[in-house]
């Protein structure tokens, strides 16, 4: 089922993509749509999908204590 959006692009973007629209005879939704689909299935192949936390579960092998000692050292947050 296809939902409206509404959305706020640079005035350069909507032209570029109404004017891609207009050069491949095809509805300015369907442009929006593969580029959507592009974008996410990028993602999915670099493995942006999963966020920091699930992509680094179980890189240190520490215990909870330890890794509680290294959360509590002065400075860590300072960066």
Excluded: C, N, W
């Excluded at 350069?12 to 959507?36: C, F, M, N, Q, T």
């Amino acid at each position: 089922m296809k939902k409206k959006i509404g959305t706020v692009m640079e005035e350069k973007l909507i032209y570029a993509v109404k004017k891609a629209a207009l050069d491949g005879a095809v509805p300015l939704s369907r442009v929006l749509e593969e580029a959507v689909e592009a974008h996410l299935e990028k993602r999915k192949r670099e493995g942006g999908g999963a966020g920091i936390v699930q992509g680094t579960f179980g890189l240190i092998r520490a215990d909870k204590e330890t890794i509680r000692e290294i959360m509590d050292e002065p400075g860590l947050f300072d960066a």
